[in-house]
């Protein structure tokens, strides 16, 4: 690429001593500026540099259709290899060109993108940043001969040295490879994606399915291309296959237009040699050239789109159509540039098929007689709002209006109707008269189609001002509404009615079922009060609707003002969390016939008793239970839940468990049967059906509507086998002094306990 460089002409005068010209000090320091600091984005500035350096020698070799080839490091193989086919290097330029600073033989050609002698040094940047400094290989390839040569870093200056030479068939060209941390390995995959991306032809990469980020562009014009929202933001250059941010370039030297256009999502494409760039390449040198012709590229992006918007609008066959495009356009990417073209009439004028006003369209209800125009819009309630534009007059109203008009010209405007334009805005003609449509048009501007997005915003509803009678003037007097309008297209209420029926039907109001004046139990009875009144009202009733009520069998109980009432207050339920909870344990422990979970619990007054007196399907659900308890509750099944209705915990249940463990070493203790018989009901699961039991048999005992049986009472037990053969045991030990002071706990008891056996086997 060439360079651009000013010669300037300064006049010295005076005595003054001989000038001296500046000279740059080749040291480390100068070196390592100029090979490591000089890329921010190191990695990503060896896969460009080193790719723009591949392309270049196929283009210089006259190859620039063939692909140039990258290896991306891999877990298996950490090495990043570059491999051309160009033109390869002979030893003197190896020596000479490769290695020097600043030497080129590109910057004399627009052809090639490199100029400035430094991309390949670039991987010096990497190989020296790395905690095992290396260096990079360059193999080249030159008229038969294959060379080998090692670049290094020696006392802080890059040294390069052949390794040797060997004849070769294969073609000329240039081979770069270095090492890879294994950490880097997918950067520098993710890396090179964002390298490549304008690089034509693609370079072949070892990689599978290895795709560079392309962008996705609303427009693409061989000069600049818009970028969708999604993608990268603001003005980017792109000149020779490599991306720069155009950075900031101070508004003072920018037109309004071109501020507006750079704002926009952007990529500008420029020849090679348009653009200073800076040393890295990362980004442009913004000199006074670069500047001026990003700005004169700004220029010509506004021309082009203005021109671009009005060809688009040449293309629509009907103004309603264009204008339509033009409110889509300013709400688009395009709308800073749009809009201000828009406010300056720039998009007005006369087109092939119509004229673009800038007037929003507007129809005179002066110049229609039989026709009555409604506008509907969309509602977050049952109907649309409505609203009536033209008011009906007589043919003597209308001459005094007439008269008015002609003598204040300004009071026209008090008759013009403005037409909304928008994408969401549709015309209907009411062509089967006022009667019965009214419906279909509300159904319509309500509803939604199949994926829930809605037919319209707005609806402009045309139909006849008195009776049916006038359909054939209102007809013509629509066209010529629509022709002011600009010819947008429209459906017939006919249409509406033939294909929007279900529409109509979701919006009749849904049949209230028959409420009874019967009750069901449908909370938990739950409630901040306390007492015989707490949850009885909203938390534990709900009316029920006839038709919830099921046939069969059903359960009731009776209810005074949703509270228990008649026989039932004999139960003394606290509330009516306890009521509930009650029938709940019933239907859980299904020791009842047809109580189960499934049945419902409903509430009858007492004059809706007296209705159901004699109808064996209503069945009173306390008495349900107090009648079947005593032969569904056996003294079998009491028994098995003595543990839950006569509650006890032993505090010695590790010993109790550590007799069992050695049973035969304590033959004859009270304690092996008393543990053999606890330690089976206590380590059984506590069910909840067999806690719903106990509830039950508690609450039925102490109402008087059930007898329980015997149950085996381990507290009694226990204190018996204490007090007769182990009074220790009666006492609170403190298990853990015991340990403290070296004395297991458990073993001292079990000494006690044979201790005791042994003395009453003795007497």
């Not at 390949?120 to 030159?142: A, E, H, L």
């Not at 997918?186 to 599978?208: H, Q, Y």
């Not at 066209?479 to 600009?486: C, H």
Request: net charge neutral; hydrophobic share 40%; with cysteine.
């Amino acid at each position: 690429m060439k360079l651009s460089t000013r010669a300037t002409s300064t006049v010295v005068g005076g005595n003054t001593e001989a000038p001296r010209t500046f000279n740059i000090n080749a040291n480390g320091v100068a070196f390592s500026v100029l090979s490591s600091g000089l890329y921010n984005d190191k990695i990503r500035a060896i896969i460009r540099e080193l790719s723009c350096n591949a392309w270049d020698a196929h283009v210089m070799a006259g190859k620039g259709d063939l692909s140039f080839e990258i290896h991306l490091p891999t877990d298996f193989e950490p090495v990043f290899r570059i491999t051309d086919y160009g033109t390869g290097l002979s030893h003197e330029d190896v020596m000479n060109l490769y290695c020097t600073y600043f030497a080129t033989n590109k910057n004399d050609s627009n052809d090639v993108v490199g100029a400035m002698g430094l991309g390949s040094k670039s991987p010096f940047c990497y190989t020296q940043s790395q905690d095992d400094s290396q260096g990079f290989t360059v193999v080249s390839r030159f008229q038969g001969v294959k060379r080998i040569y090692s670049a290094y870093v020696q006392e802080g200056a890059p040294t390069i040295v052949c390794l040797g030479d060997e004849p070769t068939t294969d073609p000329d060209g240039l081979e770069v490879e270095f090492p890879v941390n294994s950490d880097d390995v997918w950067e520098f995959e993710n890396k090179a994606k964002k390298a490549l991306e304008f690089f034509e032809p693609m370079p072949k990469v070892n990689v599978e399915g290895f795709e560079a980020e392309k962008q996705t562009y609303a427009i693409r014009t061989p000069k600049w291309a818009l970028r969708t929202r999604d993608a990268f933001s603001g003005l980017r250059a792109i000149q020779g296959m490599v991306q720069y941010n155009v950075g900031s370039i101070d508004i003072s030297r920018m037109t309004v237009e071109q501020q507006r256009v750079a704002e926009l999502p952007l990529d500008l494409f420029f020849s090679i040699g348009d653009l200073s760039v800076a040393a890295s390449r990362e980004m442009l040198s913004n000199d006074q050239r670069t500047i001026g012709n990003i700005l004169k590229m700004l220029t010509d992006v506004h021309n082009d789109m203005i021109e671009e918007v009005r060809k688009t609008l040449n293309g629509c066959k009907f103004a309603w159509e264009a204008r339509l495009k033009l409110m889509l356009m300013i709400t688009s990417d395009l709308a800073p540039l749009i809009q201000n073209a828009y406010d300056e009439g720039k998009f007005f004028g006369t087109y092939k098929n119509f004229t673009l006003t800038e007037q929003k369209p507007m129809l005179n209800e002066l110049d229609f007689k039989t026709i009555q125009v409604t506008k509907y819009e969309r509602s977050g309630k049952k109907k649309a709002i409505k609203n009536t534009l033209f008011q009906p007059r007589t043919d003597s109203d209308r001459q005094l209006v007439f008269a008015q008009v002609k003598a204040d010209v300004k009071i026209q405007k008090n008759f013009m109707r403005e037409i909304e334009v928008n994408e969401n805005v549709i015309f209907i003609l009411n062509d089967l008269g006022i009667r019965g449509t009214e419906r279909y048009i509300q159904a319509y501007v309500q509803g939604r189609n199949d994926t829930s997005t809605y037919f319209c915003k707005i609806a402009y509803v045309f139909s006849t001002m008195a009776s049916k009678a006038q359909m054939k003037k209102m007809k013509k007097e629509f066209k010529k509404a629509m022709d002011i309008i600009g010819n947008p297209t429209f459906v017939t209420v006919s249409y509406l009615k033939q294909n929007f029926q279900y529409l109509v039907d979701a919006m009749k109001p849904t049949p209230r079922p028959r409420v009874t004046g019967i009750l069901e139990v449908t909370g938990d009875g739950r409630s901040c009060r306390q007492g015989e009144n707490a949850g009885w009202s909203r938390s534990t009733w709900s009316k029920v609707p006839e038709a919830n009520i099921p046939a069969g069998l059903k359960f009731y109980i009776p209810v005074e003002d949703r509270r228990l009432g008649g026989s039932a207050r004999d139960w003394r339920f606290y509330d009516a969390k306890e009521f509930v909870t009650f029938v709940n344990n019933a239907k859980l422990s299904k020791l009842f016939p047809n109580l189960d979970a499934k049945s419902h619990i409903f509430g009858l007054t007492e004059k809706a008793i007296t209705r159901k007196d004699g109808d064996p399907n209503w069945v009173n659900v306390l008495d349900h239970i107090a009648d079947n308890a005593q032969t569904a509750i056996s003294d079998a099944t009491v028994l098995k839940l003595s543990i839950f209705l006569e509650p006890f915990t032993c505090d010695h249940e590790d010993i109790l468990k550590a007799i069992l463990r050695d049973e035969a070493e304590y033959a004859g203790s009270s304690l092996v049967e008393f543990a053999r018989v606890y330690l089976a009901v206590k380590g059984k699961k506590k069910e909840a059906e067999a806690e719903a039991i106990s509830e039950l048999i508690t609450k039925l005992t102490a109402v008087g509507k059930y007898k329980r049986g015997e149950v085996m009472n381990f507290k009694s037990l226990w204190r018996k086998i204490v007090t007769e053969h182990y009074p220790l045991l009666g006492f609170n030990f403190n298990r853990y002094y015991g340990t403290s002071v070296g004395v297991s706990y458990e073993k001292s008891v079990l000494q006690y306990v044979k201790l005791m056996d042994t003395q009453r086997e003795a007497i």
